[in-house]
């Protein structure tokens, strides 16, 4: 049994690293640990002496900024529950969210204001709204001002006894149906965390934690370059601060490579997350248009998880980055730590292939086992370590997390060849959910809203390869009887319902839409007729 709490852990590493040291920094705000340390202390005391307990969901509506992982640490102080929420969606989607996880604690950035007093009457669960102050919004009747919060609360450790059983929700878009709360026990997350292949020592209980950020000092400069409320930059962000590391946000809404870069530069970053091309490419565009404009010695890793990146890009980074590590952690909100692969100038590994990790098999669709160096194609699982089940799906959940040979599996849903030499060949989901930059998205919900278009008869959505994102939305109409086809007419009705990046970057039209007799989707071939029409 793990004896792992995220709570536990921060308030170890802040006894033994220096008090100095900075935790967060965006912009010129440095918030040094210490203040760090006492701040998520106010923020989960405040929340506690307003009636919350134990198991409240905490749900967070913010784009990358320090106030994002003081709300984190601080539901794992206060032994609330973390629930992220996608910044991108809009009023219904963000209602679907907090109605589905029961959220009682909602912090939110001032920008969202308008959109959230449009839901709030519908929401008599929340209990307790905090705001963000992100621009001039003035703050509403109905919310507290989040500086204000922490300021009237004291800033002492709390007397409080958590449990590796505390839960953690990581909110996926998954591959079918809504988006879906992955639970997870702190303990089993964070035991995934400890990676033997990326730390010197792994500890195994708190006092041995403490040695390790005692002797080593103030852990790495974390720069999330993607967005904190997916599993990826949130999960390697506060992975950096329970070894009393530094998160490094950027200041502007959307991702620019040159800032990236001269953040990098001027903090003396040495971690990086992405996720993959959609991050990638702009980043070697602007290394390219500008060499030797930074000083980036002090960078050792860029990590990406999600979606995989090119091999040529991974090149192209190297010539001007020769002493960083190109990591791709193939893994999922369902389970961390099927593989990696990793890229230096002295060597790589082929694009779409991992070394398997620990505690990882592949299986048939009938659940036997497939032995290395089959020919046979198989789901990648992962034993051990892994998710409870989905929030409020014991039907998902049977099917995403079975027991086979006596024993728990996470099946995400990932195919892949198992070699003989251990290493793995993903050849992508047996679903037809669309990875667009790292954002999930499900045909169906796509598909629905293009056909409340009146000139719309039939629709599917599909992904065709593309260089910026990717894998491209695609939208693929038959259009009603005398409809004229107007594909920015349709985008547009989709963006006003959706989130942005859900909207097909194209749309074609067809005579006939690829369907069986029984009105299932022929989505192979609506791909082929999609790739055609755009000349792909």
């Known amino acids: 049994m793990s004896v792992w709490n995220f709570g536990d852990i921060v308030d170890t590493v802040a006894k033994v690293v220096p008090g100095d040291a900075p935790a967060l920094i965006h912009g010129d705000k440095v918030t040094a640990w210490r203040d760090f340390h006492a701040r998520t202390n106010a923020l989960a005391r405040g929340l506690l002496n307003a009636g919350h307990q134990t198991d409240h969901k905490l749900a967070i509506l913010i784009r990358n900024r320090p106030e994002y992982m003081e709300a984190t640490i601080a539901s794992f102080k206060g032994r609330f529950v973390h629930v992220n929420v996608n910044y991108r969606y809009k009023a219904e989607e963000l209602l679907y969210i907090f109605e589905n996880s029961d959220a009682r604690i909602v912090v939110y950035g001032s920008e969202f204001a308008p959109v959230i007093a449009d839901i709030r009457s519908r929401l008599p669960g929340v209990k307790t709204?905090?705001?963000?102050?992100?621009?001039?919004?003035?703050?509403?009747?109905?919310?507290?001002?989040?500086?204000?919060?922490?300021?009237?609360?004291?800033?002492?450790?709390?007397?409080?006894?958590?449990?590796p059983d505390d839960l953690f929700f990581l909110y996926t878009g998954g591959t079918t149906g809504m988006p879906k709360g992955v639970m997870w026990r702190h303990g089993d997350l964070r035991q995934t965390q400890l990676n033997p292949a990326l730390m010197e020592k792994v500890p195994t209980n708190l006092a041995e934690h403490a040695e390790i950020v005692r002797e080593k000092g103030p852990g790495n400069r974390f720069i999330p370059a993607c967005p904190q409320m997916h599993g990826t930059g949130l999960l390697t962000s506060f992975g950096a601060l329970l070894m009393g590391g530094c998160v490094i946000t950027l200041e502007r809404p959307n991702f620019e490579a040159e800032e990236l870069w001269e953040v990098c530069a001027k903090h003396k970053g040495q971690q990086i997350a992405i996720v993959g091309d959609a991050f990638a490419k702009p980043m070697l565009r602007a290394l390219d248009e500008n060499p030797g404009r930074w000083n980036l010695s002090d960078l050792v890793m860029?990590?990406?998880?999600?979606?995989?990146?090119?091999?040529?890009?991974?090149?192209?980074?190297?010539?001007?980055?020769?002493?960083?590590?190109?990591?791709?952690?193939?893994?999922?909100?369902?389970?961390?730590?099927?593989?990696?692969?990793?890229?230096?100038?002295?060597?790589?590994?082929?694009?779409?292939?991992?070394?398997?990790?620990?505690?990882?098999?592949?299986?048939?669709?009938?659940?036997?086992?497939?032995?290395?160096?089959?020919?046979?194609?198989?789901?990648?699982?992962?034993?051990?370590?892994?998710?409870?089940?989905?929030?409020?799906?014991?039907?998902?959940?049977?099917?995403?997390f079975p027991v086979i040979e006596g024993q728990r599996w996470s099946i995400p849903g990932d195919y892949c060849l198992l070699h003989e030499d251990g290493s793995l060949t993903l050849l992508g989901r047996g679903s037809v959910c669309i990875n667009t930059a790292g954002e999930k998205v499900y045909p169906e919900e796509v598909e629905e809203i293009l056909k409340q278009n009146d000139a719309v008869e039939d629709a599917l959505v599909v992904g065709v390869p593309d260089e910026k994102w990717g894998t491209a939305v695609t939208g693929v109409v038959e259009l009603a009887p005398g409809a004229r086809f107007d594909e920015e007419a349709l985008r547009k009705h989709v963006r006003g319902a959706l989130a942005g990046y859900k909207t097909p970057k194209r749309i074609v039209a067809i005579e006939r839409l690829f369907r069986a007799p029984n009105g299932k989707a022929d989505y192979a071939a609506t791909t082929a007729y999609a790739r055609k029409a755009l000349g792909l």
């Open 129 to 163: 709204w905090l705001q963000v102050k992100v621009d001039d919004t003035p703050l509403p009747r109905f919310a507290q001002d989040y500086e204000a919060f922490v300021a009237a609360h004291e800033t002492s450790d709390l007397a409080i006894e958590r449990s």
């Open 302 to 400: 860029i990590i990406s998880s999600g979606v995989m990146w090119s091999q040529e890009v991974k090149h192209g980074i190297l010539k001007h980055i020769p002493q960083v590590a190109l990591l791709d952690s193939f893994g999922s909100s369902e389970a961390v730590g099927f593989g990696m692969a990793v890229t230096t100038k002295d060597g790589e590994m082929a694009t779409a292939k991992f070394m398997l990790g620990s505690e990882v098999a592949v299986f048939t669709v009938d659940h036997k086992r497939v032995t290395a160096g089959a020919t046979e194609p198989g789901f990648i699982a992962r034993g051990g370590n892994i998710p409870i089940g989905y929030w409020k799906d014991p039907e998902k959940s049977a099917k995403t």
